[in-house]
């Protein structure tokens, strides 16, 4: 175990770090990315399901002497993103070292180097890596899932419960894994009193739950739900302002998305996939592994095709760490046959493939980075900084979508930009919350009052200019051209028109 937390930590660690976006991105789906930043920064609330767990480990970050300039925080938060795929990439690792070996017994640097590069197989592939180097959630839920495929095939104790509310505290999807590993305790007949201890442990790890209210109560700039208040809380925990994303697709939409699903996965893992195949079957010989990774592959896959959202992609990590483990497992299972019917040969045969796989690799690897590095794509802090450069002072600055909402939040609330300016999120003017939100950070900002959750945006923003009449009110832009479209208040009159790029 040793050799490989060495060996892997010290190539992905780099590597990552390396690659990691400096700031908010716009890349690798990352548009989150300066939400989640600023609510570090400020103590806040992010988007549901709230991410309690992810919350609490960033704070941990933040206690870490790290040489990192306060000018920079995704440095420092991008930092939880890089060791969980690490991690994941170990844990990965040790799942292929953990299936029973076959008889007889392979020799162990050879297990280990199969190990190792079923894992930087997995850690280079472009989806992976892509969550690696931004600050996102993707890599921590990787991290959760690989704890529970290792929990599946032990006893249950009383901390596998513990894990369990930490993973449900972090992402709602690994209630899919969880339920898996349920029907395998079940199927054990596992003692009531043992589900009583496992129970207590879930019950200890969702306490994190608790550090929403907390932070609400704090009345931070981003305060998603208020969840200070039960009905905020639940708002936010059971993640409703996404129901909508959840739609069952015609057979001609879901035949398309897993079209599209095994063209990627061949994409980012290549012929290794006819491993993955071979290793499904040789997983078998461990019950829990045989017949509960692919349920939950099947799960997982079965959430994909009814989550509409755009970045469905990256719910498929939890699958890849699946096929990963298949794919170690096939490669240690094609050596042991090489090894039965050419035993002379095969020591040397298994050098030989080592190199390819690990050439390919490396190939492969050197394709991926300019896709996915995190250091080239400077979007959304160019895009920020024009839209300061240009907004009049007092400005009341308009933003639809997660790009420019979050990009701005990310400028405004983490860098300390242009403190004189409101930044208006309009998809949100309809909830209560977050019109109270605004009035809490902007005492200046006439916010309308209320709680009719029946007018569309449009009322509330139409109520809201009416009400700040004096002051310029700016539309932002996702235009290279011109990043902001104003019109000046009555006692702005030099401030007609401003544009920026």
């Known amino acids: ?56 480990l960033l704070h941990l970050l933040e206690l870490l002497p790290l040489p990192i300039p306060s000018t920079a925080p995704a440095l420092r938060y991008g930092l939880l993103s890089v060791l969980s795929a690490t991690a994941t990439a170990i844990g990965i690792a040790l799942a292929v070292l953990r299936l029973p070996p076959a008889t007889p017994p392979l020799a162990r640097p050879l297990l280990l180097g199969i190990a190792i590069l079923t894992a930087l197989s997995y850690a280079t592939t472009a989806l992976v890596w892509s969550q690696a180097v931004i600050v996102e959630v993707y890599s921590l839920h990787t991290l959760w899932v690989v ?65 929403l209210p907390l932070r609400a109560a704090s009345v931070p700039p981003i305060n998603w739900g208020n969840a200070a208040t039960w009905e905020g809380f639940w708002w936010l925990v059971q993640a409703r302002y996404f129901h909508g994303f959840v739609q069952l697709p015609s057979l001609s939409a879901a035949l398309e998305r897993l079209h599209a699903l095994g063209l990627l996965g061949l994409n980012q893992f290549g012929v290794l996939l006819g491993l993955a195949g071979y290793g499904s079957v040789r997983g078998g010989r461990l019950p829990a592994w045989g017949l509960g990774l692919p349920a939950f592959v099947t799960l997982q896959i079965s959430f994909t095709l009814i989550y509409t959202s755009t970045d469905w992609q990256v719910h498929l990590l939890p699958v890849w760490v699946v096929v990963a483990i298949w794919v170690g497992w096939g490669a240690v299972g094609l050596l042991h046959a090489l090894a039965q019917h050419a035993p002379q040969s095969a020591r040397w045969l298994a050098a030989g493939g080592a190199m390819v796989w690990f050439g390919v690799l490396l190939l492969g690897a050197s394709q991926t980075l300019p896709q996915v590095d995190g250091r080239r794509d400077t979007r959304a802090i160019a895009f920020a900084d024009a839209v300061w450069a240009a907004a009049p002072a007092g400005a009341i600055i308009y933003t639809s979508s997660d790009q420019d909402i979050f990009a701005l939040w990310y400028g405004h609330y983490a860098l300390a930009a242009r403190p004189d300016v409101a930044v208006v999120a309009e998809p949100l003017m309809v909830y209560a919350w977050y019109r109270q939100a605004l009035r809490e950070q902007y005492a200046w900002l006439h916010v309308p009052d209320g709680a009719d959750d029946s007018r569309a945006w449009a009322q509330w923003l139409a109520e809201l200019r009416s009400l700040n009449p004096h002051a310029p009110h700016c539309r932002a832009l996702l235009d290279a051209a011109q990043v902001l479209q104003c019109r000046a208040g009555t006692e702005h009159p030099n401030h007609a028109e401003h544009a920026g790029g």
Not at 19 to 26: F, G, I, K, S, Y
Not at 176 to 191: E, F, K, S, Y
């Open 147 to 211: 704890l529970l495929i290792m929990l599946l095939p032990q006893p249950p104790r009383w901390w596998h419960g513990l894990v369990i509310g930490l993973a449900l505290g972090h992402h709602h999807t690994s209630l899919l894994l969880i339920l898996v590993w349920g029907a395998v305790q079940l199927a054990r007949r596992t003692p009531i009193a043992v589900w009583l201890r496992v129970l207590a442990g879930t019950l200890g790890g969702l306490l994190v739950y608790g550090l």
């Open 1 to 56: 175990m040793g050799l490989v937390v060495a060996v892997l930590g010290g190539v992905l660690v780099p590597l990552y770090w390396l690659t990691l976006a400096p700031h908010a991105t716009w890349a690798n789906l990352g548009s989150d990315s300066g939400e989640l930043i600023a609510v570090a920064v400020v103590r806040g609330v992010p988007h549901p399901t709230g991410y309690p767990t992810y919350l609490l």
